[in-house]
């Protein structure tokens, strides 16, 4: 869908699509085992009971890898509510984990393989088997900033006062970290993610 990739990009992701070949998690799967529904809003919650950011009614495309140019790779995808669009970005909790991801890792996920043949169900794999190895966290931006989505091309407008919202999944609630100016013209990186999340577990 056009208007979601525009969005990512927009939001400072900038993802590959390695395989067109999409994939469904179940209801076994650790997104939906690890959502409780309608968590009540705390000073450092949201509340969660209308907006279910891991819910896989609500991706938009299939897990993949963010590609910054630099190597730096990391697991996500983005997806749609009614209340605007998010991508949901999986950051490795040591140096080794996120290394893992790297193109330059030869014992890593691309080992002895072409990074094209690689598709969404092997990261899903990964993903699942070593889901305490990592930080949720999603990027929001609310359907209030977009003023203007053309239908016909996919193109949209965001007024210039557009916040991105950055949450944090953590003992099964979403808790609120910041909320940043969404600015168009860098791309965070890696790092940019990891230090949001260092900053705000001091």
Same mark, same amino acid.
């Given at each position: 869908?056009?208007? !979601? ?8 992701? %900038? /993802?590959?699509?390695?395989?067109? =070949? ?27 009971? %209308?907006?279910?950011?891991?819910? =896989?009614? @609500? ?78 966290? !999603? !990027? ?20 210039? /006062?557009?916040? @991105? ?28 993610? !990891? /230090?949001?999340? /260092?900053?705000?577990?001091?």
């Amino acid at each position: 869908m056009r208007i !979601v990739l525009n969005i990512v990009l927009y939001l400072g992701i %900038c /993802n590959i699509i390695i395989s067109k =070949e999409s994939f469904f998690i179940s209801k076994e799967s650790f997104f939906i085992e690890s959502y409780k529904e309608n968590i009540k809003e705390t000073r450092d919650t949201i509340d969660l009971s %209308c907006i279910n950011f891991l819910d =896989e009614r @609500n991706k938009k495309d299939s897990i993949s890898l963010s590609d910054l140019g630099q190597g730096e790779l990391f697991p996500s995808y983005s997806g749609e509510i009614k209340q605007g669009f998010f991508s949901v970005n999986f950051i490795g909790k040591t140096k080794k984990e996120r290394f893992f991801w790297s193109i330059y890792n030869n014992k890593g996920f691309f080992k002895n393989n072409n990074p094209y043949l690689k598709n969404s169900r092997d990261i899903e794999k990964i993903i699942n088997k070593r889901r305490g190895n990592y930080y949720i966290l !999603v !990027v929001f931006l609310s359907n209030k900033y977009i003023k203007h989505i053309d239908k016909n091309t996919g193109d949209f407008e965001l007024s210039k /006062n557009a916040v @991105n919202e950055i949450y944090l999944y953590e003992n099964n609630q979403w808790k609120f970290i910041k909320k940043e100016k969404n600015n168009f013209s860098i791309i965070p990186s890696l790092n940019y993610y !990891v /230090n949001i999340i /260092n900053e705000y577990k001091k």
